[in-house]
């Protein structure tokens, strides 16, 4: 009972932290050009060959 006491604050402080990953990276526009980076891979750059 003892290991449940101490497991459960630290999963929640462990999503809590991982919630507050995901708004930071939200705010930042990390989520803000999905299609651009899925067709980047796609498109060839002419690169010149020595």
């Not at 290991?3 to 708004?23: C, Q, T």
């Not at 067709?39 to 020595?50: F, K, W």
């Amino acid at each position: 009972m003892t290991s449940l006491a101490l497991l459960i604050p630290i999963a929640l402080f462990m999503g809590l932290i991982g919630l507050i990953a995901f708004f930071w990276a939200l705010r930042r526009g990390q989520f803000s050009d999905l299609d651009g980076a899925a067709a980047r891979i796609l498109i060839e750059e002419d690169e010149d060959q020595p």
